[in-house]
């Protein structure tokens, strides 16, 4: 419930940027809050990557330290259960990180092996493969790297 918490603190940061001043505070303290109960539970540790790809790095976001803990994520999935849905939504969420650094190699990798799982996973096949070569950001209203 606490890292649902964090999701909500963030998604209200992603529509309105200027709140991430105390929402930001907010999202932390859930994310913090659901650790203290387990700290191999898969959704706290996906909200915290989440956290540290979408914040500046003026504000401490870290791109890499996202990319090890969705990679910690999907291990956690792909050995419970690698139909489980959020399997593929943490993978997808990584390519996005990718594309974002500028590997598009890498996010394209992610993307195409994901439909080899999941050939009619839409957001994928129709929009994130065919825009890694548009140079399109997605989600940044502030860029503030």
Do not use: C
């Amino acid at each position: 419930f606490l890292a649902f918490r964090a999701a909500v603190a963030g998604f209200s940061i992603w529509l309105s940027p200027l709140k991430a001043l105390y929402l930001g505070v907010e999202n932390q303290h859930y994310i913090d809050k659901s650790l203290e109960f387990d700290k191999n539970e898969p959704m706290p540790l996906f909200e915290y990557g989440n956290s540290l790809f979408f914040r500046p790095a003026l504000f401490g976001g870290d791109k890499d330290k996202a990319i090890k803990l969705y990679t910690q994520v999907i291990s956690m999935y792909q050995n419970d259960d690698p139909a489980n849905w959020m399997y593929y939504h943490v993978r997808t969420w990584m390519g996005q990180v990718y594309t974002r650094m500028g590997e598009k190699e890498k996010a394209r990798n992610i993307y195409q092996n994901i439909l080899k799982d999941v050939p009619n996973y839409q957001w994928v096949r129709d929009e994130l493969l065919p825009d890694l070569d548009k140079d399109k950001k997605r989600f940044f209203i502030l860029n503030l790297e």
